[in-house]
């Protein structure tokens, strides 16, 4: 059985993907499986989407823990543990990585043994988030990495799934997702079926045992207030929006204001200051500043910067 | 409890520059209805209890995380403003036995989306009207069930594209006038807000605030996710709802009806249209003129009713 999960930020289309991947597996004469998971998805917050394809009934059911293939439309999403991109990886599993970085550094980083495979879509995309037809390609390269799907039955799948959108639009996904196939033909075979998973074969995940408790110890009453806080919403972030304080003119109610999230504040010497941990990068405060105070940055290059200063 | 406004808006630079709801909530970038709250929120502060139909909102609460300072209570779609009641009688009945002071009396605020406030909600909230409670009401609008993926509401405008209205000319129906509906009840105070508009915004909430009764708020909330534009974009068109006239900022009290922002020259609807994925088959790949100009007569026709209020 094929077991393949795909990562990125909502608004990439890794749902999409998923569907052109299991509608191609079903041509093919695959049972499968294809889900995104459901959740409060929003843009630029991680989500993922999964396919199971057999050519037997697939009796698994929920979220794949062991994957044979994970394809990382995002590489920014690794870091991130809510992402839970690296979760089940092996030496069985292939890694497809959309990322500027090599393999090789890949695998050193994540110190892996799985086999790492990059693909390096956008590099002059400034918002990660809206990567042009990366859902196409993704959905291309992991077709072309199991081997079993030909060119024909893919680009058929593809513009069924697309047949909502414009002609024009189908035609220029078909022609990218066409030349990303043939470039990942060469490793045509090397996502492998994953074995059959039997019930006896179950490893009990790494969790720690608690015992039973009454709702009111295992569930706690919360008393204080604002726990919102520890939520980090600043890792949704694809770009970057930074004060120029020499142009800032100091009218902090205005950024400060529209701000959805309220992650602005207001320092005592009168000037806004955004708070990253939690600022999700909507850039309303670029867009409204009067005296255009606040440029927007790609996130990553802005963390590059972060790590040059402090090294 | 003592009905007062600690604060007058005059002025932009009069908006509060702390912010009293907690940052971290799962709600979209940009999110157009999460920028009334916290605007109304700063100025209601702490002593609130939020009662929340199930929405896009619904998320703000999740265990053990919360952004408010005080209580929220989670309803179904059809009944938060009956939640409201209960804890408007339960604060009452305490304060009556002495067992709460009277400096913590609190505020109930509904707040629910459009989903629940033009439609499923409707007999409760009538109902709660009709009983006089003394609560303050919330509808952040986003014309579309948000929260599941914008299908269709009662409060989705003509010609919208939702996950259910696909066809070439979009939703076929047009926006319930909620408005009308909640004023005809002779409630305390009805007004439409919005948080491009925050100066109008926080003058609304320091009136009502002085007031006893239902008190009831509809947000037109920019939603980038289910209106399909850059959530930069949030301030911008809700400025422009405004501008054209397609969103009217006015506020009903005592039987009459006042318009508190009547845009002077209004902007053609193309200008808040077309920045808006959900009308973007308006204008391509042909450009739809009978469908903008029934829209833009819609808009018209409003104004020219009610060029004297």
């Known amino acids: 059985m094929f077991r393949i999960r795909f990562h990125g930020r909502g608004g990439q289309g890794m749902k999409t993907a998923s569907r052109i ?100 879509a956008g590099e002059d995309v400034a918002d990660r988030a809206t990567l042009p037809f990366i859902s196409s390609r993704c959905a291309a390269a992991a077709a072309a990495l199991t081997g079993v799907i030909t060119r024909e039955i893919f680009i058929e799948a593809l513009c069924e799934e697309l047949d909502h959108l414009r002609q024009d639009i189908i035609d220029q996904n078909r022609d990218i997702a066409l030349s990303e196939f043939d470039d990942m033909t060469v490793n045509a075979g090397l996502a ?29 009453a919360i008393h204080a207030g604002v726990t919102s806080v520890k939520v980090r919403t600043g890792l949704w972030r694809t770009m970057r929006p930074v004060i120029n304080y020499p142009n800032c003119s100091g009218c902090a109610w205005i950024c400060s204001t529209y701000c959805p999230d309220g992650a602005i504040k207001v320092r005592t010497d009168g000037y806004p200051e955004i708070d990253y941990e939690h600022c999700k990068g909507c850039l309303v405060c670029v867009a409204q500043c009067p005296p255009h105070a606040i440029e927007s940055i790609p996130e990553h290059i802005a963390r590059d910067q972060e790590v040059g200063e402090t090294t | 409890m003592i009905k007062q406004s600690p604060v007058h808006f005059h002025r932009m630079k009069d908006m509060p520059s702390t912010h009293l709801l907690g940052t971290g909530t799962p709600m979209c970038a940009g999110c157009g209805g999460l920028e009334t709250l916290h605007t109304m929120y700063d100025i209601l502060g702490r002593k609130t209890v939020f009662v929340n139909a199930a929405g896009c909102m619904t998320l703000l609460s999740v265990y053990p995380f919360t952004p408010f300072h005080g209580g929220w209570l989670y309803t179904s779609m059809a009944s938060a403003p009956a939640g409201a009641q209960g804890v408007r009688d339960a604060v009452d009945i305490l304060l009556q036995k002495q067992k709460l002071p009277a400096e913590e009396d609190v505020e109930v605020v509904v707040v629910t989306g459009d989903g629940a406030a033009y439609g499923m909600g409707m007999s409760a909230t009538s109902g709660a009207m009709d009983r006089k409670l003394d609560f303050i009401y919330l509808c952040y609008d986003n014309e579309g069930y948000g929260n599941t993926g914008q299908q269709y509401s009662a409060a989705t405008p003509h010609a919208a594209l939702t996950s259910t209205s696909k066809g070439s000319h979009g939703y076929p129906g047009y926006k319930k006038d909620l408005f009308s509906i909640w ?3 002779n409630p305390a105070y009805v007004a439409t807000v919005i948080a491009a508009e ?52 006015k506020e009903y009290v005592e039987g009459e009806v006042r318009h508190t922002k009547v845009p002077k020259q209004r902007k053609p609807v193309d200008d808040y249209l077309k920045l808006q994925g959900r009308f973007k088959h308006l204008f391509e790949p042909h450009c739809d003129e009978q469908a903008i100009a029934e829209i833009q007569a819609r808009v018209d026709s409003y104004w020219d009713k009610n060029a004297a209020k």
């Open chain 1, 21 to 120: 991947l299991g509608t191609a597996f079903f041509k093919t004469g695959y049972e499968v499986q294809d889900a995104p998971r459901y959740g409060a998805e929003r843009r630029g917050a991680p989500i993922f989407a999964y396919v199971r394809a057999d050519k037997s009934a697939i009796n698994e059911r929920g979220i794949i823990s062991h994957p044979d293939l994970v394809v990382i439309a995002d590489d920014t999403l690794v870091g991130m543990p809510a992402a839970g991109v690296t979760q089940g990886i092996d030496a069985h599993t292939l890694l497809l990585i959309n990322s500027h970085d090599s393999a090789s550094t890949w695998q050193q980083r994540l110190n892996t043994e799985a086999n790492v495979l990059t693909l390096s």
């Open chain 1, 192 to 220: 492998k079926q994953g074995g059959l998973a039997t019930a006896s074969d179950y490893v009990k995940p790494d969790w720690i045992a608690l015992p039973f408790e009454s709702a009111q110890i295992s569930n706690l």
């Open chain 2, 183 to 185: 004023a005809a009840h």
């Open chain 2, 198 to 249: 925050p100066l109008d915004l926080a003058k609304k909430i320091e009136k009502l605030q002085t007031m006893t009764g239902p008190r009831m708020l509809i947000s037109l909330a920019p939603c980038p996710t289910g209106w399909d534009y850059e959530p930069e974009l949030s301030v911008e068109i809700g400025r422009l709802a405004v501008q054209t006239g397609v969103w009217p900022l």
